[in-house]
């Protein structure tokens, strides 16, 4: 599987941004992706999961403002962002389980500043 993350960019403070996550190579093997960011310093950490059952789920930090979403017929997945803070400047990356050789891809990421 392979993955392209796009929708990053520079946006203030109270913004949105919307960042998508394509999936090529086999992605009917999927059954587990996720959002992750890492930020100048620190881990990389994780941000929204999705499954392939259905469930969703986003970390208190962005609970509220941010929803992750599968679209299987584009084979993509998406992470919309509203009311951006400074602290969630990072670089976001997509994440992707084949359950069919149990190996994890990530694709190279794309990068979200938040200032005024």
């Known amino acids: 599987v392979q993955l392209v993350e796009s929708g990053g960019g520079v946006v203030q403070p109270g913004g949105s941004l919307r960042l998508s996550c394509l999936a090529s190579g086999n992605p009917t093997m999927i059954d587990l992706m996720g959002w992750y960011r890492q930020a100048p310093g620190n881990e990389r950490e994780l941000v929204a999961l999705?499954?392939?059952?259905?469930?969703?789920g986003e970390v208190d930090s962005v609970k509220g403002r941010f929803t992750i979403s599968r679209d299987i017929d584009k084979n993509t997945l998406s992470l919309q962002m509203n009311d951006l803070k400074a602290e969630d400047t990072a670089m976001y990356y997509c994440k992707a389980r084949d359950y069919g050789s149990d190996a994890d891809s990530w694709g190279q990421g794309t990068q979200v500043t938040v200032s005024s």
């Open positions: 999705w499954s392939r059952g259905g469930s969703t």
